[in-house]
């Protein structure tokens, strides 16, 4: 049976227009504006700036995504992603990453301290060994005998943060625009080849030795070449639970569009979880070049760049503002 006939034949109720469209477009390598690197929040605009600079000139996505949040990893002003990040509640910055490919190769390093660069340690990890990931002690090891510098990331105005919440030792895990979680960036290069990278110090004050979704493969990020792929900011634990950017992609295989799979998405955690305390936002890219976000609370935004765009999107929510 003719490929198209047989999904149409197996989906046809359920999505038929959609996936017959998405289908097509996969089949024939459609792209709606060429190369485009979505990535969480508004700190994403200069993220973005950064890997369009390959993604520009055809370069491949995955060197886009890697340079990409790296620039992220590197502002000491970014309180939840690399130097500078708030610590845990001991007052250790440890940082969680992960980075895939257009193959489906994955590398993630997970609890890494004094490294400015765990994205760059997660694709060391995919492409120079024979594991996904590495954790802690092993992973800083790993690292050091790489070539990366071993470095404090913890600036005055973390630790400075950290000793005043230590007076009440107040947790407020809500994560929105006024204290960003996150950067997960995903792109599609002029091959239409889509890679994925995400990085970040996870929850502020966390217990030492927390490990969220961020360097979780399906979790915080999740890329299938052959549909799209997601990534998510937010609360780690109800995306783990969820395995939330995995879930995203599969949507999309089954013809959701990329707001669409996203949305499904927070309603699964919304109907399973008391969602009034945290924040969950969703990203996703498809094999078209469309992208779509969907959060829980008003407020997370994602930024978009493509041969056309570059602005700052605001996702719908499923709690109205
Ligand atoms: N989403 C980042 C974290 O929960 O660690």
Known sequence: ?????????????????????FSRAREVGEMLNGPVVVSTWDFGMVANAEAWKILGSGGRSLDAVEKGVRIIESDVNNQTVGIGGLPDRDGYVTLDACIMDETGNAGSVSFLQDIEHPISVARKVMEDTPHVMLAGAGA??????????KKSLLTDKSKAAWEKWKKKSDYKPIINIENHDTIGMIAMDSQG?????CTTSGLAYKMHGRVGDSPVIG??????????????????????KTCGSFLV???MRQGLSPEQACKEAVLRIAKKQNYNDFQIGFLALNKRGETGAYCIHPGFNYSLKDSKNERLVKSKSYIKG
Do not use: C, H, P, W
């Not at 800083?140 to 510098?149: H, K, M, T, V």
């Not at 080849?193 to 990278?197: D, K, R, V």
């Open 1 to 21: 049976m003719e490929r198209r006939n047989f999904i149409n034949k197996i989906y046809g109720g359920l999505v038929g227009t959609s996936l017959l469209s």
């Open 140 to 149: 800083l090891q790993y690292a050091l005998e790489s070539g990366f510098e």
């Open 193 to 197: 080849q889509l890679s994925g990278a």
């Open 219 to 240: 979790a915080g990020l999740y890329v299938d070449n052959e549909v799209g792929a997601a990534t998510a900011t937010g609360m780690g634990e109800a995306v783990l």
């Open 249 to 251: 992609v599969e949507l």
